[in-house]
């Protein structure tokens, strides 16, 4: 698994890592806030932990769920101690989200994001979507906004299932 | 003006442009022409709101007096406000909504891209996140315009109209005053009327696609960004700031 900017990971760090893979997304349950790159950063020094995390987007309602989850998950660890900071640079990427977790959002029936996300371009956005339950390339946008704000609205025109996809940003 | 209450009073205006905007958008909760519509505005209206709360959160440190974001959204009077008054024209109908939008988030992502470089690593900061979000807005909006512009007569005589009535207002979002310039010395801020031309190109080549004609420049209204407002933005913060303003303690 990628985790960036892991400062010399000490046994406890190890520990808090693993207690915030167990922590999910409330929107996807599937993904834990590791694999979705919102943890950045799990930094000790001298003695004390410090936990780093970066909002998705700036208005995402999610945020504050996350963050207690993720300070209820450390406290029941007996990790009460550990600070926990709101990092908003660098900006979160759908990059950071790990192939572990572009599987699980798969699984999930979610596309994972694919290439770049267009700027200026109108009309060119992400043209080739391939279908998380069968498969195929021959899919179409609905909608560029889903059920949240990170993912867009998708139709498979081979198994006639619409699907949510994570956009790339 | 010392070099924290022009810190301060630039955090005010992107902040407020940010509140302004999105308290326009999301008018539209339910009532937007349909569902997927209905949630992209609304979306649209988060992430606004979600810059605004970081542009004003940052002006509430700098200004050290113990105001938070939630201070100064819900209890300043229009007044005090320093959005730009683009931001609080009426919703209109739903192509005025996107006209403006676009014609916003393609100056916005511009400035934004230059304000990564800010000597202040909080903009800065901020900037890396607006910038994402006004590129998506700007495409999404821009689709729009196209859309309506080149669609039915109607729609194009909409669209048309939206962007006669929006044009006096964008000139403002060009402007520098002495708070500006303190800050683009410092190179703190990027300087916004050296993007004009930039995104006059950017709106010109869209507007051609939607077969829109763009207005003769004509009056320029200003005075949003030092407090003087249209009629308009009272009415916006009464209903904004209504429950705060009447049940100051009440928690979510």
Request: hydrophobic share 40%; aromatic share 8%.
């Amino acid at each position: 698994m990628v985790r960036p900017e892991t400062s010399k990971n000490s046994a406890r760090a190890g520990e808090v890592w693993a207690v915030l893979d167990q922590v999910m997304d409330p929107e996807i349950p599937v993904v834990s806030v590791v694999d979705l790159g919102i943890v950045r950063e799990v930094r000790e020094e001298g003695g004390a932990l410090d936990v780093i995390v970066t909002p998705t987007y700036t208005g995402c309602p999610a945020t504050k769920q996350i963050e207690a989850d993720i300070r209820q998950a450390l406290d029941k660890a007996g990790f009460e101690e550990a600070g926990m900071q709101i990092s908003l640079a660098p900006a979160w990427t759908t990059d950071w989200i790990t192939p572990r977790g572009r599987e699980q959002l798969k699984a999930f029936g979610i596309a994972p994001p694919e290439g770049k996300a267009g700027k200026r371009a109108l009309f060119a956005g992400d043209a080739n979507v391939t279908c998380p339950h069968c498969g195929s390339r021959d899919t179409e946008q609905i909608s560029e906004f889903g059920s949240t704000a990170c993912k867009s609205l998708w139709r498979c025109h081979s198994c006639r299932e619409p699907f949510d996809y994570f956009k790339c940003i | 003006m010392s070099k924290v209450d022009a810190l301060f009073e630039t955090c005010l205006r992107l902040g407020d442009t940010a509140l302004v905007m999105g308290q326009r958008l999301a008018e539209w909760s339910s009532k937007a022409p349909t569902v997927e519509l209905d949630i992209a505005l609304s979306n649209h209206a988060l992430d606004m709101i979600g810059q605004a709360q970081l542009f004003l959160g940052y002006a509430g440190r700098v200004e050290g007096k113990g105001r938070d974001e939630e201070a100064l959204a819900y209890h300043r009077q229009d007044f005090e406000f320093r959005n730009a008054m683009i931001a609080e024209l009426p919703k209109g109908d739903f192509a005025f909504t996107v006209v403006r939008q676009f014609l916003f988030a393609s100056f916005a992502e511009a400035f934004y891209e230059r304000m990564l470089a800010s000597t202040d690593a909080d903009l800065a900061a901020i900037a890396g996140k607006a910038e994402k979000e006004m590129a998506y807005h700007m495409r999404h909006c821009g689709e729009w315009v196209v859309r309506l512009g080149d669609g039915t007569e109607e729609s194009h005589q909409r669209a048309q109209a939206a962007l006669d009535e929006l044009w006096p207002y964008v000139h403002e979002l060009f402007t520098t005053d002495d708070v500006d310039q303190a800050m683009i010395e410092k190179g703190i801020l990027p300087d916004a009327s050296t993007l004009k031309e930039e995104w006059l190109a950017h709106v010109k080549a869209v507007m051609a696609r939607a077969t829109l004609s763009l207005p003769e420049d004509d009056w320029m209204p200003s005075g949003g960004r030092t407090g003087q407002h249209t009629e308009h933005l009272a009415y916006l913060l009464a209903e904004m700031q209504v429950l705060p303003r009447t049940y100051p303690d009440a928690k979510w």
